[in-house]
């Protein structure tokens, strides 16, 4: 049986995808002024202590995040027409930590599949998104967030290589790793939401 893919989700409704990655995005590692280069970060931070993805070792992780950030994302995957999709070496593990954060949208959140190397754990994302877009229209839209897209020459080497069988609209976000989604990204995403849905209604 095929790994599930954009398109099964177009046939059912879905126009806009959220494309996340976890740590750098919505997990930061907080340092500076409350300032990164695109704009005002989000300040309202709080942390918690999650069991690591992988079951079979036994440490715990800092997750440290924002609240607000959170509701403004719930804001725009809250339309049954948007769906949130984890690009994330976390994999299925990033639900625990992402329902501990109140995450939540009309619809079942997604994993987007990609293979893990044992010195690479970055690196086959494109190749997964690739194949999870493949074949989706341009009446779509694709919004991807990773702080490894903040490197010039990352970015344009995974975004050729992610969206090479798909016409989506794509909206791409390279965090710092320091802030994770400023408000300047989530205004971003708002403005995008729109172009994609062309609803201006912003669910609350």
Known sequence: M?????????????????????????????????????????????????????????????????????????????????????????????????????????LQDVVVDYPIMFSDWQGRKPEGLCSFLHGLPDDTGVVWADDYLGYELTRDRWVKRAFSDTTAKRLIIGPDERHGLTRTAMDGIERFRVEVLHDPVSFK
């Not at 440290?64 to 509701?71: C, F, G, K, L, R």
């Open 2 to 106: 095929r790994n599930l893919r954009a398109t099964d989700l177009y046939a059912d409704g879905v126009r806009l995808f959220i494309v996340l990655d976890f740590d750098g995005v919505l997990n930061t590692f907080p340092l500076g002024d409350g300032t990164a280069p695109d704009g005002p970060v989000y300040t309202d931070l709080e942390t918690f202590h999650q069991p690591a993805p992988d079951d079979t070792v036994d440490y715990e992780l800092l997750v440290t995040w924002s609240p607000t950030m959170v509701a403004a994302l719930n804001r725009v995957i809250a339309d049954p027409r948007a769906q949130l999709c984890w690009l994330t070496s976390w994999k299925a593990g990033v639900r625990r930590p992402a329902q501990t954060m109140g995450l939540q949208g009309a």
